[in-house]
């Protein structure tokens, strides 16, 4: 079963999974095995203005479109290719007098696509939107409130000369974009700035060490002569050697998890009990609660307890991130590594994830030593844990050699900055943005590091005064998004 574009994968029955997809064909780390543009998609309701809305890249100054006051643009281009998915919302905005939620949204330029094209297998889909799974029926009290509400803000914010849809077709799209809406990040891949629908994509099974990876890219308008090139789509791409007739698996959640709880999130938010080799042998379960070997080894009441001084103090953060106190956060997290460094291991995840979060927000307030020393701990606990090809850590080596780089630490700095280019070639490919700023750092890097050979002295006067013009970014203000999911569930 292969449909323009598709021929290298196949819908097959995976057993006791459903529906998944299989390769046609061998290919190679970094392989993009399939593109796909979103069947529909929208941005997050807190950016609206500040994202655009057909390629979902940040921009500083947009074009509002003159009509709804509601859409926001690049460029003309852009606004030209929003056209057709804009054209409906736009006119059903006005009479509504306001935008409704990002849900709603997203279901009425499913609907309105529908109405133009029928529900059946649009080109390039493998399967159609009437076959995407909605778990409607796995549905708790509080979803199945959700979903009513949804419903209803729908159905007053639909036309009434627009095509009209029963309710229980209405619940399926709900329930469609609730288990299956991806996550769309901004173009340098640093935050999620919205949500779209991929059909082909949700026929990717979910394995906790998955052979393949989900990148969005959002497209490219210099390349005016390629069609492809330009379109806003996701890629699967392969993270490891796969050969034909092999099932194709992307991973729905953070690994950074112990199974237990991996297990947890994959069934409250997808409705199944992950079976994969990781989860039932527990594979790097103990890495993960890795606890200081040695003579005087911490006993199981003093484990327990800096466990749940960490989960405190995590939640703690939480809230203080929330409200910008980020000498508040510091403060916090030195606290919770003094007691944790001497009972918990190198690679135990409440460790790490104290590290991880220290290095950013200390990165965020220019205290670059202090944040470059707990960087290269989080780093040496994740080459450890993680798949040594996986997106986020290629993204936590770049932002330890960024850190590097502005603490003066140049050898260090273009260590990891190479390390993290080696990842994201294979994660994200060399014409990502990411990866095409991690080229410009190695460069600039690697020159810098030629110079600190030869002469100390003169690479740090020349530093200070290159400082003043620099090139390497500060890191963007820290999210509190610290393990996002690749799909993008409903809060």
């Known amino acids: 079963m292969t449909k323009g574009g598709m021929e290298s994968v196949e819908v097959f029955t995976s057993e006791g999974k459903g529906r998944g997809l299989k390769a046609q064909k061998e290919f190679l780390p970094g392989d993009v095995i399939f593109a796909e543009p979103a069947y529909a998609a929208v941005v997050f309701d807190s950016l609206t203005h500040v994202v655009c809305h057909t390629c979902f890249k940040r921009q500083e100054r947009l074009h509002r479109c003159g009509q709804c006051k509601f859409a926001y643009y690049c460029d003309r281009p852009c606004q030209r290719a929003a056209w057709l998915n804009h054209k409906n919302e736009c006119s059903a905005i006005k009479k509504h007098g306001k935008a409704p939620t990002e849900n709603i949204r997203l279901a009425a330029r499913i609907m309105w696509k ?14 159609s939107i009437d076959d995407l799974q909605n778990h409607v029926d796995s549905f708790g009290e509080e979803e199945k409130k959700e979903l009513r509400a949804d419903v209803e803000s729908f159905l007053e914010f ?10 229980q077709y209405i619940s399926h799209i709900f329930g469609v974009i609730n288990c299956n809406g991806f996550t769309l990040s901004d173009q340098r891949g640093l935050q999620a700035v919205g949500v779209g629908v991929f059909p082909n994509l949700c026929q990717a099974n979910h394995d906790c060490w998955p052979n393949c990876t989900v990148i969005f890219n959002n497209g490219n308008h210099e390349a005016v002569r390629s069609m492809f090139h330009t379109q806003m789509r996701i890629e699967l791409r392969a993270l490891s050697k796969i050969s034909p007739g092999d099932e194709l698996t992307v991973s729905y959640v953070d690994f950074l998890n112990v199974s237990e709880e991996r297990r947890k999130q994959l069934k409250k938010q997808y409705y199944f009990d992950c079976t994969c080799e990781h989860c039932k042998k527990q594979i790097k379960d103990d890495l993960m609660l890795a606890v200081k070997e040695g003579e005087s080894k911490p006993s199981t009441e003093t484990v327990k307890e800096v466990i749940q001084f960490s989960k405190d103090t995590l939640e703690k953060i939480s809230k203080a991130r929330m409200e910008g106190l980020y000498h508040e956060v510091v403060k916090l997290c030195r606290e919770c590594l003094k007691k944790q460094e001497p009972v918990l291991g190198d690679t135990n995840i409440y460790l790490l994830r104290i590290l991880s979060i220290a290095s950013e927000v200390l990165s965020y307030l220019q205290m670059f030593e202090e944040a470059a020393d707990y960087a290269k701990r989080m780093v040496d606990g994740y080459l450890k844990i993680y798949h040594p090809n ?47 700023d991690l080229e410009v750092m190695r460069v600039q890097t690697e020159m810098e590091l030629r110079m600190f050979q030869q002469n100390e002295f003169m690479y740090y006067k020349m530093r200070e005064a290159a400082l003043k013009n620099q090139k390497i970014q500060v890191m963007p203000e820290p999210s509190n998004d610290t393990s996002p999911s690749l799909f993008h569930k409903k809060e």
């Open 114 to 127: 529908i109405e133009r094209e029928g529900s059946g297998l649009a080109e390039g889909c493998l399967v």
């Open 390 to 436: 996986n997106a986020q850590l290629g993204m936590a080596v770049m932002r330890a050699g960024v850190t590097h780089w502005h603490a003066g630490l140049i050898e260090a700095g273009h260590g990891l900055i190479c390390k993290a280019y080696a990842i994201l070639l294979i994660t994200h490919g060399p014409s990502h943005p990411i990866t095409k």
């Open 158 to 167: 639909w036309p009434p000369q627009s095509q009209q849809f029963g309710m």
